[in-house]
T-cell receptor, first 111, second 112 residues
Framework: KQEVTQIPAALSVPEGENLVLNCSFT??????LQWFRQDPGKGLTSLLL?????REQTSGRLNASLDKSSGRSTLYIAASQPGDSATYLC??????????FGAGTRLTVKP | EAGVTQFPSHSVIEKGQTVTLRCDPI?????LYWYRRVMGKEIKFLLH????????ESGMPNNRFLAERTGGTYSTLKVQPAELEDSGVYFC??????????FGPGTRLTVL
């Protein structure tokens, strides 16, 4: 069964802190992994995509890593800001073209 | 290039009525996915089209849900009859083979 798990479910940090969000998947036959953010009442915004052959991707203050052998990905957010408050979702695209989401981590960055 | 579009953006219906959601993928994208997020819960996979064929519909909750993809272009998701627990946000995504998935803005469905 292709399950994707995200820990923690919710996270609250003061502004300026660095933080890590975790995503794990049970089936290692993945093609790529995407991190998204969802703002309340809004759609999904793609943040980073990591191909299965890659170890990490960076965009601004965001860094996503992938360890396919252990079934884990992390999203690192540096110097967090209140505008980073949102729900962060990871989605795994498997080799059979099926895509599954984790339940998300709800992040609150307090000013 | 236009992104994935969904129509309507919001729909409010009464229990027992029928609603049809539409998704227009990015032109040329063979893969089309439907997901939904019920209030307070995770995003759940519904089904996956490759062109006009259903590759995986294991996530469809019951036979009140019917998805079609005419000619491998746009897709519709019909809920008939709608129940209270169907309320949520329905997302559509499209992709070329094994590339970025692009998501539509979602349709917020409220069943009263």
């Amino acid at each position: 069964k292709q399950e994707v798990t995200q820990i923690p479910a919710a996270l609250s940090v003061p502004e300026g802190e660095n933080l890590v969000l975790n995503c794990s998947f049970t089936d290692s036959a993945i093609y790529n992994l995407q991190w998204f953010r969802q703002d309340p009442g809004k759609g999904l915004t793609s943040l980073l995509l990591i191909q299965s052959s890659q170890r990490e991707q960076t965009s601004g203050r965001l860094n996503a890593s992938l360890d396919k052998s252990s079934g884990r990905s992390t999203l690192y957010i540096a110097a967090s800001q209140p505008g980073d408050s949102a729900t962060y979702l990871c989605a795994v695209l498997y080799n059979n073209n099926d895509m599954r989401f984790g339940a998300g981590t709800r992040l609150t960055v307090k000013p | 290039e236009a992104g994935v579009t969904q129509f309507p953006s919001h729909s409010v219906i009464e229990k027992g009525q029928t609603v049809t959601l539409r998704c227009d993928p990015i032109s040329g994208h063979d893969n089309l996915y439907w997901y939904r997020r019920v209030m307070g819960k995770e995003i759940k996979f519904l089904l996956h089209f490759v062109k006009e064929s259903k590759q995986d519909e294991s996530g469809m909750p019951n036979n009140r849900f019917l998805a079609e993809r005419t000619g491998g272009t746009y897709s519709t998701l019909k809920v008939q009859p709608a129940e209270l627990e169907d309320s949520g946000v329905y997302f559509c995504a499209s992709s070329q083979v094994r590339t970025h998935a692009y998501f539509g803005p979602g349709t917020r469905l409220t069943v009263l």
